[in-house]
């Protein structure tokens, strides 16, 4: 009788593995891919929307102000008279705007 039990559920045993895999990328896709790829479009959506006068984080930590937009990059001014040229994927909103737009979200 135990080796009966033993037998079926060493065949049955394929399919459930088959299941719990199948489960574990599920859980995965829902919990860190589908965020991932919300987080990117928002990032994209905020690149796509900036324009002159912006404040801006570059991804190197450099603060400033958006003087001039071009097709690939930003014309940043970081100091009176100091522009640097950034390349649009290595800018991220500045931590006050950041704090300005959620104050603002909230309040609505």
């Known amino acids: ?3 009966f039990i033993l037998l079926q559920a060493a065949q049955g045993g394929g399919l459930s593995g088959i299941l719990m895999i199948v489960a574990l990328f599920v859980i995965f896709y829902f919990f860190m891919i589908r965020p991932q790829q919300k987080r990117q479009k928002e990032i ?7 324009s002159k006068g912006s404040k801006i984080v570059t991804a190197g930590g450099i603060y ?13 001014e970081i100091s009176n008279g100091v522009s640097i040229r950034v390349d649009k994927g290595s800018v991220y909103p ?8 959620q104050n603002n979200g909230e309040q609505k």
């Not at 994209?44 to 900036?50: A, D, G, P, T, W």
């Not at 400033?64 to 940043?76: C, E, H, S």
């Not at 500045?94 to 737009?101: C, K, R, T």
């Open 94 to 101: 500045s931590a006050e705007e950041a704090n300005l737009s």
């Open 44 to 50: 994209k959506k905020f690149r796509e929307s900036l």
């Open 64 to 76: 400033g102000t958006i003087k001039d937009v071009a097709d690939t990059y930003f014309l940043v």
């Open 1 to 3: 009788m135990t080796n």
